[in-house]
């Protein structure tokens, strides 16, 4: 223990070491602490952190190996699951090439909806089901891979019902305990980093919400980050994913500690994906950060920059390993009611017949009043944010952290040309008790944020998220 402590001592992130030596420190303490047997009468408090990542290729091109992937996996027969307008570009044909050249067989899955919901879900899982794929590849953005994702955890339970794996409180929340076939995600966007997590989201119709599962074992086992697919994507595509990204770093970076989780599980398997911010993820998440705020603009504004697009899939997988890990919090909780209740706002660039809130849109658009909310809970970590996306920190006192932060964050997002808050996206204040009733059971979430929040905060969060600027 001596040894990893001087270890600590020596990073020059003074914030990871003191980080890094308070865990170092609890673990001590508990030396080899047996895990709550749930019997007893105190909630024990969680003490360990398990780091979970899919394997990660990178590199300009690099798709044009997935075919020597299936083979390498012994693959056969392949479920190839996109979406209509990605199956007819390069990303899907490349893939199709590949799987060709090493005489793979499989069949193309391009129905795919944006922004899923339970009743698309069904519909590519009922595919799955009858053609009995011994791999999954999934070719698109993070609607695309969730519903991958989904399609492997339940046509390989083909008794389980939708609910059984959905988290709690919505779902069951059932452990997932057999074994998922092979998956491979190839993202096309950079924003979501679900090709790093094991979590997958969609939209609850009966609930007028989003909900999702979290569990490693839905975590893919390649993900293959090709930054030749990012050339093609519409400028407001770019622009919503890659503030996904960025709520991905500060949410993860801020949310409660997870020395401070209960209940301790009994069990390791139990440990949820999400665990709260932690020595690990901080490094992923702040990097994350870092990249996003010196590259989204020119990303955004300048799709043959290949740099900064390509610095943007980077970003975005590396966001993804942080929050995989740590959770995202309010930001995204309060984000599931605002696309599901969506009336009439169609989002310009997204090929989509029915009105769509894309989900980096729905998560921002609330950034300015949480983040205000979140930072006398922890200001130092929200000053750091505020620094990395380029704020001048000196002298500013902890009780302006949030406001700094929040400053910062409608500035970029003027500049990012983001729609002025939710009356922007056709709601009113008289929305908000619908919204706060679809925030609220979004435990895996907003019980991750670092200050306890209550409805009556959740109705000022969504009235204070009406108009930004």
Same mark, same amino acid.
């Given at each position: 223990?001596?040894?990893?402590k001087?270890?600590?001592?020596?990073?020059?992130?003074?914030?990871?070491?003191?980080?890094?030596?308070?865990?170092?420190?609890?673990?001590?303490?508990?030396g080899?602490?047996?895990?709550?047997?749930?019997?007893?009468?105190?909630? *024990?408090?969680e003490?360990a952190? *398990?780091?979970?990542?899919s394997?990660?290729?990178?590199?300009?091109?690099?798709?044009?190996?997935?075919?020597?992937?299936? $083979?390498? !996996?012994?693959?056969?027969?392949?479920?190839?699951?996109?979406?209509?307008?990605?199956s007819?570009?390069?990303?899907?044909?490349?893939?199709?090439q590949?799987?060709? *050249?090493?005489?793979?067989?499989?069949?193309?899955?391009?129905?795919? /909806? =944006? $922004?899923?919901?339970?009743?698309?879900f069904? $519909?590519?899982?009922?595919?799955?089901k009858?053609? #009995?794929?011994?791999? !999954?590849?999934?070719?698109?953005?993070?609607?695309?891979?969730?519903?991958?994702?989904?399609?492997?955890?339940?046509?390989?339970?083909?008794?389980a $019902?939708?609910?059984d794996?959905? #988290?709690?409180?919505?779902?069951?929340?059932?452990?997932? %305990?057999?074994?998922?076939? @092979?998956?491979?995600?190839?993202?096309?966007t950079?924003?979501?980093?679900?090709?790093?997590?094991?979590?997958?989201? !969609?939209?609850?119709?009966?609930?007028?919400a989003?909900?999702?599962?979290?569990?490693?074992?839905?975590?893919?086992?390649?993900?293959?980050v090709?930054?030749?697919?990012?050339?093609?994507?519409?400028?407001? =595509?770019?622009?919503?994913?890659?503030?996904?990204?960025?709520?991905?770093?500060?949410?993860?970076?801020?949310?409660?500690?997870?020395? %401070?989780?209960?209940?301790?599980?009994? #069990?390791?398997?139990?440990?949820?994906?999400?665990?709260?911010?932690?020595?690990?993820?901080?490094i992923?998440?702040?990097?994350?950060?870092?990249?996003?705020?010196?590259?989204?603009?020119r990303?955004?504004f300048?799709?043959?920059d290949? *740099?900064?697009?390509?610095?943007?899939?980077?970003?975005?997988?590396?966001? &993804?390993?942080?929050?995989?890990?740590?959770?995202?919090?309010?930001?995204? &909780?309060?984000?599931?009611?605002?696309?599901?209740?969506?009336?009439?706002?169609?989002?310009?660039?997204?090929?989509?017949?029915? @009105?769509?809130?894309?989900?980096?849109?729905?998560?921002? =658009?609330?950034?300015?009043?949480?983040?205000? !909310?979140?930072? @006398?809970?922890?200001?130092?970590?929200?000053? %750091?944010?505020?620094?990395?996306?380029?704020?001048d920190?000196?002298?500013? /006192?902890?009780?302006d952290?949030g406001?700094?932060?929040?400053?910062?964050?409608?500035?970029?997002?003027?500049?990012?040309?983001v729609? #002025?808050g939710? /009356?922007?996206?056709?709601?009113?204040?008289?929305?908000?008790?619908?919204?706060?009733?679809?925030?609220?059971?979004?435990?895996?979430?907003?019980?991750l944020?670092?200050?306890?929040?209550?409805?009556?905060?959740?109705a000022?969060?969504? %009235?204070?998220?009406?108009?930004?600027?």
């Amino acid at each position: 223990m001596s040894a990893l402590k001087n270890a600590a001592i020596g990073v020059r992130n003074t914030n990871f070491s003191r980080c890094l030596l308070s865990a170092l420190q609890k673990v001590s303490q508990h030396g080899s602490a047996p895990y709550s047997s749930g019997g007893g009468t105190a909630v *024990e408090k969680e003490y360990a952190l *398990e780091m979970a990542c899919s394997n990660i290729r990178y590199g300009a091109g690099v798709t044009r190996e997935v075919g020597m992937d299936c $083979e390498n !996996f012994g693959a056969r027969k392949v479920m190839v699951v996109t979406d209509k307008r990605l199956s007819k570009m390069k990303p899907v044909q490349t893939v199709l090439q590949a799987l060709d *050249e090493q005489k793979i067989g499989y069949q193309l899955y391009d129905d795919v /909806r =944006v $922004e899923p919901t339970d009743e698309s879900f069904k $519909e590519c899982i009922d595919f799955a089901k009858e053609g #009995n794929f011994d791999l !999954f590849l999934a070719v698109g953005g993070g609607s695309v891979i969730d519903t991958a994702k989904a399609a492997n955890l339940y046509s390989t339970k083909p008794e389980a $019902e939708l609910l059984d794996f959905v #988290n709690a409180p919505i779902g069951k929340g059932m452990p997932v %305990e057999h074994k998922l076939k @092979p998956l491979i995600a190839v993202p096309t966007t950079a924003g979501t980093g679900s090709e790093t997590t094991g979590t997958t989201v !969609f939209d609850y119709l009966p609930m007028k919400a989003k909900t999702g599962i979290a569990n490693r074992a839905l975590r893919p086992d390649l993900g293959i980050v090709d930054p030749d697919h990012l050339i093609t994507a519409p400028e407001r =595509v770019t622009c919503y994913t890659g503030i996904d990204v960025l709520c991905h770093a500060i949410e993860s970076y801020t949310a409660k500690p997870y020395t %401070e989780r209960t209940p301790r599980p009994a #069990n390791p398997k139990l440990r949820p994906s999400y665990q709260g911010c932690n020595p690990i993820s901080d490094i992923w998440s702040l990097f994350a950060l870092n990249l996003t705020s010196k590259y989204i603009k020119r990303a955004t504004f300048n799709a043959d920059d290949y *740099e900064a697009r390509s610095a943007m899939h980077l970003a975005s997988t590396y966001a &993804g390993i942080g929050f995989g890990n740590a959770g995202c919090h309010l930001c995204h &909780g309060m984000s599931y009611p605002i696309s599901g209740n969506v009336g009439t706002y169609m989002a310009e660039g997204y090929e989509q017949d029915l @009105p769509l809130i894309p989900h980096g849109l729905s998560v921002v =658009v609330s950034a300015p009043a949480v983040f205000e !909310f979140t930072a @006398p809970a922890c200001p130092e970590r929200h000053l %750091e944010a505020a620094k990395a996306l380029g704020a001048d920190v000196s002298g500013v /006192r902890n009780e302006d952290a949030g406001r700094l932060l929040s400053d910062v964050l409608r500035k970029l997002m003027s500049e990012l040309k983001v729609p #002025n808050g939710l /009356r922007a996206l056709g709601y009113k204040p008289d929305c908000v008790p619908t919204m706060v009733a679809g925030a609220m059971p979004q435990h895996r979430l907003i019980k991750l944020s670092p200050r306890e929040v209550h409805e009556d905060q959740m109705a000022e969060l969504f %009235e204070n998220s009406m108009t930004i600027y």
